[in-house]
């Protein structure tokens, strides 16, 4: 069956064209154009009026964590907590409302010290004193540290005796006690021995997760660190997922990637393997990440890598010669660097073009952006960090790097090409947030940072579908409105491209399409 889209804007992104209408059928895109011509070419399709909306490319998460989102769900969340008071009374009310008896492991998502009136993280001590009788795991915004009690400590072996790994921190007592504070490394390889959700819980944590995604017009999705526990997860509801799912192994475990190669070939169900992941720094807010000049508070610190350059290069060198396309997480510049070099010297044994991904790029500098360019890496932005924790980064890094967190121009005059992420579980997938960010480039004070670095609307809205579906080798087949291409759409109130600055805090998603079905559809009020 024939569907024409009509009466209203269908903004193609094919360059900077516009259509009256777009005729769909069988999940793939037949034409646009006038909408008298193509209503008297399909006279008997059925029609699907805008209303004098705006009809898009679906919108393409450049990096997020599914998994990860859909686990949050089961947890206690901590966003938006101002104090250690307010975080004792949700924890409470958590244990309360889900009746978890004594013993029952209590977790909570998304804290942020740099909020929380005491400026700090909690603490053992604080949160013995909140839930005596339950251990409890508290995930920092970013999800790169956090903090257990005493009786999670003890439940996963951390003592005073147990070595920090290479890459992390355990938090010390002046008694040499563990504190509960634990950073990068020390955090996910010690809390990965926590215990998980059972399986059909977790299918419906993941399903739920998916919906957030598709209401946010998202029709292509992210898996960012895949190991064994997320990819059973994902191949037990690869034949219930509405959207496209492309998962990252972790270059760890990279014999997962190799027993799963079909998933890399093309997709089974919705699901598909897109290549590699590894981590090369931490988090800018949480002062891990690994930067060339020292922090701007303290001359002795620059934050610390995950790897050294060898390790780096072998990784790289695996994906290349694999022709495995590989992620990389850098923040600070000096990860840059480290993840530059280490292609540039892949690239001159094989001559694979695997488009690498810079993923967060928050403090890349312009020297850096124009190498990448003269290496087909794509840079996928955090850009929602400007307005969530520009003020911090002042803080961090002093008023010129600041003003340079985020560089989509720059990235995009040189040549890059670039596409956006929310980076969920941290913040919530909503891609119109991001559109707002890059185009005023306010912070949460207020502060316009970095404005040489704004962005038109259109622009933005480039990365969020072209550019994304580049990222995935798929711009043969999403990211524009044109014939061939699958009909993943979105439906929004107006046209971002026409609106003022101010106008974008009215845009909202009516409708999610995925393949020709709507997935999604605003209630009405």
């Known amino acids: 069956m024939k569907t024409i889209y009509l009466n209203g804007t269908v903004r193609t992104m094919a360059g900077g064209e516009t259509a009256e209408a777009l005729v769909e059928e069988n999940g793939r895109i037949l034409e646009t154009g006038r909408a008298d011509a193509l209503l008297a070419a399909h006279p008997q399709a059925q029609r699907f009026d805008l209303q004098g909306h705006t009809l898009l490319p679906g919108f393409i998460d450049g990096h997020s964590h599914i998994t990860a989102l859909a686990q949050t769900l089961l947890l206690c969340d901590l966003q938006g907590v101002k104090s250690f008071d307010e975080i004792a009374a949700r924890l409470r009310a958590f244990r309360s409302e889900r009746q978890l008896a004594p013993g029952a492991w209590i977790m909570g998502f998304g804290y942020d010290p740099t909020a929380l009136a005491e400026g700090a993280h909690p603490t053992a001590a604080f949160l013995d004193a909140v839930l005596p009788e339950n251990p409890a795991l508290l995930t920092h915004a970013s999800g790169h540290m956090g903090v257990l009690n005493s009786a999670a400590l003890q439940a996963l072996g951390v003592t005073r005796d147990t070595p920090a790994p290479k890459g992390g921190v355990i938090g010390r007592n002046p008694d040499g006690t563990p504190n509960g504070y634990l950073e990068e490394a020390a955090f996910t390889q010690i809390t990965a021995r926590a215990p998980r959700p059972g399986a059909d819980q977790a299918v419906q944590s993941l399903l739920a997760a998916e919906r957030i995604y598709l209401r946010n017009g998202i029709t292509t999705i992210q898996e960012g660190l895949t190991r064994a526990p997320e990819w059973a997860l994902l191949t037990a ?171 989509v121009r720059t990235a995009l005059a040189l040549g890059v090409h670039c596409n956006f992420h929310q980076d969920s579980p941290v913040l919530p997938p909503d891609m119109l947030e991001t559109l707002r960010c890059v185009v005023q480039r306010r912070t949460k004070n207020g502060v316009l940072l970095g404005p040489d670095e704004r962005i038109p609307p259109l622009d933005a809205l480039r990365c969020m579908t072209a550019g994304a579906a580049y990222a995935y080798f798929e711009e043969d087949r999403k990211g524009t409105l044109e014939a061939g291409k699958a009909a993943d759409m979105v439906v929004l109130n107006r046209d971002p491209a026409a609106c003022t600055e101010t106008e974008l805090a009215d845009l909202e998603v009516l409708a999610t399409v995925k393949n020709g079905k709507t997935v999604y559809r605003k209630e009405s009020r």
């Open 237 to 407: 509801v690869r034949e219930k997922l509405t959207a496209d799912v492309f998962a990252y192994v972790d270059i760890a475990c990279a014999g997962l990637l190799h027993e799963n190669a079909s998933y890399a070939a093309g997709y089974r169900g919705r699901l598909r393997i897109g290549g590699y992941k590894l981590f090369l720094d931490g988090s800018p807010q949480g002062r891990t990440a690994w930067m060339t000049a020292p922090y701007a508070d303290d001359p002795d610190y620059r934050g610390y890598p995950v790897h050294s350059d060898a390790e780096v290069e072998r990784c790289m060198l695996q994906a290349v010669r694999e022709n495995r396309q590989i992620l990389v997480h850098c923040n600070g510049d000096a990860a840059a660097d480290q993840m530059i070099a280490a292609y540039r010297k892949a690239r001159e044994r094989c001559p694979n073009d695997v488009r690498p991904v810079m993923v967060h790029a928050q403090l890349v500098r312009r020297d850096q952006l124009a190498e990448m360019a003269s290496l087909n890496m794509i840079a996928s932005f955090f850009a929602a960090h400007v307005y969530h924790w520009g003020d911090v980064h002042l803080k961090n890094f002093g008023p010129e790097r600041a003003a340079g967190i985020s560089p």
